[in-house]
């Protein structure tokens, strides 16, 4: 598997899945619609989409159950590259490269179609284990992200702030965001442990909120 990979990720994996990042919280009146459209996208096998609870908005009332301090540090991460001042709610993020308002489907699904995966590392995963090949990695190299999601859709009751009395459905919510290392453009392959009832992803992506290299979910 690793020779395969290290042979051929000069070219674009086909197979890649499109990476959509949702920044969203309970506490945010406008992130319901942008829930539902990552549920539905999360339904495509194109896409790998991911929801990431932000931190920013618990001081209205209601503190987000699944918001962490570093998916909050993630977002503030792409804002610079991405032309914004501060980060803002829904904010969808598709490979890195483009945002769009989450409420809005028509434009969030034309960044999707406009993405180009490019010629990163193709990534696979094996038996508890993680394979990049080789490839042209940035100047200092690429980080290599372990997510570790739940596919489920998690109904959370909200009892304050600006969704109080709402029941709010969430989808493919990030529990755990792990830097695992660099990718320097050598084919590579690294241990993963168990993930429970969760599923896993692994993004290689430029750092400092860079471009999404290459990404694989079980």
């Given at each position: 598997?690793?020779?395969?990979l290290?042979?051929?990720?000069?070219?674009?994996?086909?197979r890649?899945?499109?990476?959509?990042?949702?920044?969203?919280?309970?506490g945010?009146s406008s992130?319901?619609?942008?829930n539902?459209?990552?549920?539905?996208?999360?339904?495509?096998p194109?896409?790998?989409?991911?929801?990431?609870?932000?931190?920013?908005?618990?001081?209205?009332?209601?503190?987000?159950?699944?918001?962490?301090p570093?998916?909050?540090?993630?977002?503030?991460?792409?804002?610079?590259?991405?032309g914004?001042?501060?980060?803002?709610?829904p904010q969808?993020?598709v490979?890195?490269?483009?945002?769009?308002?989450?409420?809005?489907?028509?434009?969030?699904?034309a960044a999707?179609g406009?993405?180009?995966?490019g010629d990163?590392?193709q990534?696979?995963?094996?038996?508890?284990?993680v394979?990049?090949?080789a490839?042209?990695a940035?100047?200092?190299?690429?980080?290599?992200?372990?997510?570790?999601y739940?596919?489920?859709?998690?109904?959370?009751?909200v009892?304050?702030?600006?969704n109080s009395?709402?029941?709010?459905?969430?989808?493919?919510?990030?529990?755990a965001?792990?830097?695992?290392?660099?990718w320097?453009?050598?084919?590579?392959?690294?241990p993963?442990?168990?993930a429970?009832?969760?599923?896993?992803a692994?993004?290689?992506?430029?750092?400092?909120?860079g471009?999404?290299?290459?990404a694989?979910?079980?």
């Open positions: 598997m690793l020779a395969m290290a042979g051929t990720a000069a070219a674009a994996d086909p890649r899945p499109t990476v959509v990042e949702l920044f969203t919280s309970q945010c992130c319901p619609p942008a539902a459209n990552l549920a539905r996208l999360s339904r495509r194109d896409v790998l989409a991911l929801s990431f609870g932000v931190t920013y908005w618990d001081r209205l009332g209601w503190k987000d159950v699944f918001a962490r570093e998916y909050t540090a993630r977002q503030q991460a792409y804002e610079p590259p991405l914004h001042d501060g980060p803002f709610t969808i993020v490979d890195g490269r483009a945002d769009v308002v989450g409420n809005e489907l028509g434009p969030l699904e999707i406009a993405s180009r995966r990163g590392p990534v696979a995963l094996d038996a508890g284990t394979r990049i090949g490839g042209r940035p100047a200092g190299g690429a980080d290599i992200w372990l997510v570790r739940d596919p489920h859709v998690v109904e959370v009751a009892r304050a702030g600006e009395g709402r029941t709010l459905p969430h989808k493919n919510v990030v529990h965001l792990t830097r695992l290392g660099t320097r453009g050598e084919a590579l392959s690294l993963l442990r168990a429970g009832d969760l599923s896993t692994v993004l290689v992506q430029a750092p400092n909120g471009q999404i290299l290459g694989v979910t079980d």
